[in-house]
């Protein structure tokens, strides 16, 4: 694997998560294979969870860790190209990028959909450029149409939990005040498509998302339908595809509640974080037993040094 920003770059899914299982059994079984190896995590949006993990997935492999908030103590970056840079932004990122790769052997990047243009975000200018021009081995640590390191973690938490070969897995919209990118649920309905579970999407009229990663999906604008019989809820808000980046509906009748919840086969909770409580689910359903968002982020870490040694094995 020469980049990843795709979870279907993982290739084997079966063999993909018994690697993570087996990395969240010894994290420290391969220390020696990022010894002397730097690894970069550029960030060009807020993180939590991210940051956090994927530093440690870094650490937990030997190897030393450089984290560069591009929006504080960085020169403010140029990103188009042809431009009269008269304004606020000193540097362009087409400079920025290789010097970043002269200090590095691997760099992850989280950039984010700007919702400018969809033809910007859904072409991935920003993630290609570093991988056109740095040099080095890319990962994605959520770009403007994809967060497929979210989508393995996911996954790894849904085949911990499962009690069934196949599950029904329904990811909702759910109500939010700001619009909200569409990497989450894109990867995740990848990430399904690597599996065999019973997969619905639920989410209003206007919330379609974009057909090329819809694919085959069954979608319904019911979310009582969809939740019936469940056995894993994935809520996530985005924006829509349709009127690109809009905010159409903050319809809380989408709000996953106790009641919501009472329709499915007693499901598990699943969320990515950071959540809106009482917009996207309620207090009793994210703090119920049910819910899996505590362990979902935990195994971010597994997730992140999963594809990181992948990395590390093909320099
Ligand atoms: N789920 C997720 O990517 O969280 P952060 O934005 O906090 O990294």
Not at 143 to 156: E, K, N, S, V
Not at 164 to 182: D, E, G, I, S
Not at 272 to 293: A, F, G, K, T, Y
């Amino acid at each position: 694997m020469k980049h990843f920003t795709s979870i279907l770059q993982l290739g084997d899914l079966q063999e993909a998560l018994a690697e993570a299982a087996a990395i969240k059994a010894d994290p420290f079984a391969h220390q020696q294979l990022g010894r002397n190896k730097t690894l970069l995590l550029v960030f060009f949006n807020n993180s939590l969870r991210t940051r956090l993990s994927t530093q440690k997935a870094g650490l937990n492999l030997g190897m030393n860790v450089i984290v560069l908030d591009v929006n504080q103590g960085a020169w403010k970056l140029e990103t188009g190209h042809g431009v009269i840079m008269d304004g606020d932004k000193s540097e362009h990122l087409l400079e920025a990028i290789p010097v970043m790769g002269s200090y590095c052997d691997m760099i992850g990047v989280r950039s984010f959909a700007r919702f400018e243009s969809k033809e910007d975000d859904y072409n991935e200018v920003i993630l290609n450029q570093f991988i056109q021009y740095s040099g080095r081995p890319v990962f994605s640590m959520e770009a403007a149409t994809r967060h497929p390191l979210q989508t393995f973690a996911d996954i790894l938490t849904i085949e911990e939990h499962k009690t069934k070969a196949r599950p029904k897995v329904v990811m909702t919209w759910a109500p939010h005040p700001k619009a909200l990118p569409q990497a989450v649920p894109n990867s995740f309905i990848e990430g399904m498509s690597m599996t065999d579970y019973d997969f619905v999407i639920a989410n209003p009229e206007g919330y379609d998302l974009a057909p090329e990663f819809v694919g085959k999906a069954w979608v319904t604008h019911d979310q009582d339908e969809a939740l019936a019989g469940a056995d894993f809820v994935y809520a996530k808000n985005w924006a829509s595809y349709e009127h690109y980046g809009e905010v159409l509906s903050r319809d809380r009748s989408w709000t996953v509640t106790k009641e919501k919840m009472a329709l499915t086969n007693d499901a598990f909770f699943l969320h990515c974080l950071p959540v809106r409580r009482n917009m996207i689910v309620s207090d009793e359903v994210i703090e119920s037993p049910r819910s899996l968002v505590i362990p979902e982020a935990a195994n971010r870490e597994y997730a992140a040094q999963t594809v990181i040694k992948r990395l590390l094995e093909s320099l």
